[in-house]
């Protein structure tokens, strides 16, 4: 009888792996498999800047993965004061403006061998808090808060816990002016709404209906002011301004609204995200209006799927996968500035302009 092949990892086909059949393997079975000092082994799995010779590293980290051993990250995090990890927190997952900015911190990251995990906020403080203590626990090496903030003091129990994570050597970054941390990363969101309003109204619309978050969360908050300036100060009219979220429902669920009360042709609709606007375009069509040459829809951020609906999406270009990792950058490097982030207006067929 022809004896069975072996696997790649030294067993016979249809049997577990040694590292499978008792307890975890530790990094003195690693060291005893390699045939090294337990301190070479450590060296060179628990990422030590001291260096090791290449036929040492070899063969420890072809023991480490005969045996299945994965290095404990917490022990890690204990001895050396903090994780190789960046915590990034997000208000919504599965909005793609938040995608894009995982996309250049994870960028980053793997740059520097280090991992991102990600918290979902939903833009409650209570949340949070209770996530910021539960990763400080953790120790991470950075703590990301990407959410939109409110132009409300930050919450007490929030920075506190904050302040106790600087405290311990991680490293806080925020997006806008309210969010505390050791740096922050600015998007000019009133200036590129301001230039959004003034090319709307240069291709002849006078009359604009504009789908915001709730009163004081300053993305919103920012974005509405800077169209209203840009849009009105061009010779248009904001007639509405209407208020939900950031969600495509809450952007469906208010121009349907606008559209029970009626909405004259050539009218014009800003939603303060493109997430707002491609929700506002479907209720459009929902109503039997058509988007475009009946009722002109515009957003911002410019996230892909803009460009992939139909008529295209007119918005404003911000460089999201840029500015995560711009955030990233800040957890790392002490003496970080932020690089200024072009933004851009970008015209589709969602606003073919208003024939004279």
């Not at 799995?45 to 290449?54: D, I, Y």
């Not at 036929?55 to 995090?77: C, D, I, K, P, W």
């Not at 800077?226 to 939900?244: K, L, S, Y």
Request: with cysteine; glycine share 12%.
């Amino acid at each position: 009888m022809t004896k069975p092949a072996a696997s790649a990892d030294g067993t016979s086909p249809g049997r577990t792996p040694r590292h499978a059949r008792g307890p975890a393997p530790t990094l003195h079975d690693v060291a005893r498999e390699a045939g090294v000092s337990l301190a070479t082994a450590s060296r060179v799995l628990n990422g030590s800047e001291r260096k090791v010779a290449e036929q040492y590293r070899e063969r420890v980290e072809t023991a480490a993965a005969a045996l299945g051993y994965t290095a404990n990250v917490s022990a890690q995090a204990t001895a050396r004061g903090m994780s190789p990890v960046i915590a990034l927190l997000v208000a919504d997952i599965a909005d793609p403006y938040f995608g894009l900015i995982a996309s250049g911190v994870a960028r980053g990251a793997d740059e520097h061998g280090l991992v991102v995990t990600i918290a979902i906020t939903e833009r409650d403080p209570a949340r949070e808090a209770r996530i910021v203590r539960a990763l400080r626990g953790q120790r991470p090496r950075g703590l990301i808060l990407a959410a939109s903030r409110t132009q409300e003091p930050m919450e007490v129990e929030t920075a506190q816990e904050l302040a106790e994570f600087a405290r311990l050597g991680g490293r806080v970054v925020s997006f806008g002016p309210d969010g505390g941390g050791d740096h922050r990363i600015e998007i000019d969101n009133r200036s590129g709404a301001e230039a959004l309003g003034r090319r709307m109204a240069a291709l002849g619309y006078r009359s604009a209906i504009a789908l915001g978050a709730a009163e004081g969360v300053r993305t919103s908050d920012d974005r509405l002011t800077g169209f209203r300036a840009g849009f009105e100060g061009a010779g248009g009219v904001v007639q509405d301004v209407r208020r939900g979220g950031f969600r495509r429902e809450s952007g469906a669920a208010e121009m349907a609204a606008a559209l029970a009360d009626g909405v004259a042709r050539d009218t014009l609709v800003f939603g303060i995200s493109d997430v707002v606007a491609i929700g506002a375009m479907s209720a459009i069509r929902d109503a039997g209006r058509e988007v475009g040459a009946d009722i002109a829809v515009c957003g911002f951020d410019d996230v892909p799927v803009s460009g992939d609906v139909s008529p295209a999406l007119t918005t404003v270009r911000v460089p999201l996968s840029e500015v995560g990792y711009q955030a990233f950058r800040a957890t790392v490097d002490a003496d970080w500035e932020q690089v200024p982030l072009p933004l851009e207006v970008v015209v589709r067929a969602s606003t073919p302009g208003v024939a004279a």
